[in-house]
């Protein structure tokens, strides 16, 4: 698999966190540089080890998995794809704010971060799958994945606290799209060298 696919995954599963962080940040008064990064870090670790922790799991059907690869990671992604296009129409942006009170902004709740990051991540541990065909790039992607994560939670962090009210994103369907459109490259790829 190459760098380009590796990073557009890792921008795919980024886009749960981001909208997430998005809509903290849409809670808040004030946008603090080290919080917010500490924030990020937080999604960016859990983004990152969950796909190591499917790689592992998946290992031991790696050579059952190799005859079925392309197709595997093309329903893993079209699936997960799928399920955040479907989740950014009956997500409500405006209820994001209910029950947040001026205290958020002085204290982190830190067990609802990591709730919320191990949460985003989920789809991540499914993805990391798809990398048993690819054994040799699973560092590659667990890094880009952490980092790109840990960049968007953090841009999510900034925007929601600017512009969050303002603006209306529907980045789960962007993430989605980005997904599906990279299960079918790999598909396709495949498709057409054992043609």
Not at 22 to 48: D, E, H
Not at 140 to 147: D, E, K, P, R
Not at 165 to 176: A, C, Q, S
């Amino acid at each position: 698999m190459d760098y380009i696919s590796i990073m557009l995954i890792a921008i795919g599963l980024a886009m749960d966190s981001f909208a997430v962080c998005v809509g903290k940040g849409m809670c808040r008064q004030r946008f603090y540089l080290w919080r917010s990064l500490k924030i990020a870090t937080v999604f960016g670790l859990f983004q990152g080890l969950m796909p190591f922790v499917g790689y592992v799991l998946g290992i031991s059907f790696a050579s059952w998995m190799q005859l079925f690869d392309h197709w595997f990671a093309f329903f893993i992604l079209s699936v997960i794809g799928i399920k955040m296009i479907y989740e950014s129409f009956i997500s409500k942006p405006h209820e994001v704010c209910v029950g947040c009170d001026c205290q958020e902004d002085i204290v982190v709740d830190w067990r609802k971060v990591v709730v919320l990051a191990f949460a985003t991540s989920i789809d991540a541990m499914a993805t990391g799958l798809v990398f048993v065909s690819y054994p040799g790039t699973i560092s590659t992607a667990t890094i880009t994945i952490g980092l790109v994560t840990l960049f968007f939670a953090f841009s999510g962090m900034f925007i929601g606290v600017r512009f969050g009210r303002r603006l209306r994103l529907n980045i789960e369907m962007l993430g989605g799209i980005i997904l599906i459109a990279i299960g079918m490259k790999i598909l396709f790829q495949h498709l057409l060298h054992g043609a």
